[in-house]
């Protein structure tokens, strides 16, 4: 028969590895860069859709339309992304 630990309690270790600071620094850096292209992305799509718009072409507008949704969804994503990771780390937790 084994025999089975009871409860194991493991936390993140912020000092564990070198370069921990560095990596969190290049994390930062691509959310940051995430959401300017986010915001790029949006003002192309918004250019694109208007465009299509006033020339009557209804598959350009659509294009446009489905761009300036995906770019805000990209918005939301990158700006929640640390929340995200923290309230599934606290659910995990608690399984």
């Not at 620094?25 to 208007?50: R, Y």
């Not at 700006?79 to 995200?84: C, D, E």
């Amino acid at each position: 028969m084994a025999v089975v630990p009871l409860q194991v309690d493991i936390a993140p270790n912020s000092d564990g590895l070198p370069g921990i600071a560095q990596l969190r620094t290049i994390v930062g850096a691509v959310m940051t860069i995430g959401l300017i292209l986010s915001v790029l992305a949006l003002v192309i799509s918004a250019v694109v859709w208007g465009f299509g718009s006033n020339s009557s072409n209804p598959h350009l507008a659509g294009r446009g339309k489905i761009g300036v949704l995906v770019s805000c969804a990209a918005a939301v994503i990158c700006g929640a992304s640390v929340t995200l990771i923290n309230f599934f780390w606290s659910v995990g937790q608690q399984v």
